[in-house]
């Protein structure tokens, strides 16, 4: 059959020259399957861990506590007079760890209750032995079981050890009191600091805490 007069017989061509098919093409289907949900980081599309957050000041919120990442070593709780010295303070620690056998390169922390963790001259002997001082509530040394108790330390801060409770409590579950409570021993005055050492337990193999 002849092509009728201004009709060319080539079939017609799209803009870009190719053939334009005569049938109607299908769209395949869109699967309707569920699509992921998880939290996408900003940027990279990794998910995003659901950690425990913080509440205020690094307090962590009630159901999310982790085990402490807290560093073996040694931990020194100090317990203080008013206006004590700091070096009626580290003269007392650095003689008590070397009477044990102990570096003092070896200490992590120092503690104390929470009513002293301002006390210039502990603050002073944490930052010359480049370690954190830590304060806990009374009530919490409280509750510590230690070898010496003192009814003065009772009167005066509300709890019947300082140093002991405190050295046991920063040492954490499976820790180990290495030194009981000692005492400064200034020429012709009272003592007025107190420390005791205690030792945290090294990370077992498998992230659990070894047991001594």
Known sequence: MKASAGMSARPELSARGAPVPSAPVSAAPVSAGPVSAGPVSAGTGAPVSAGPVSAGAGAPVPGTEVPSAAPPGLVVGVGAGREVAMEEVAGLIGRTLAAAGLSVGGVVELATV???????????????????????????????AVPGPSGAALTAVGTPSVAEAAALLAAGPGGELLVG?????????????????ARRPAPAKGGQVGQR
């Open 114 to 144: 929470e009513a002293k963790a301002a006390e210039p001259g502990l603050v002073a002997a944490a930052a010359r032995l480049g370690v954190p001082l830590r304060g806990y509530g009374a009530a919490a040394l409280a509750r510590v």
């Open 181 to 197: 409570k000692r005492k400064s021993a200034p020429p012709g005055r009272p003592a007025r600091a107190t420390c005791a050492v």
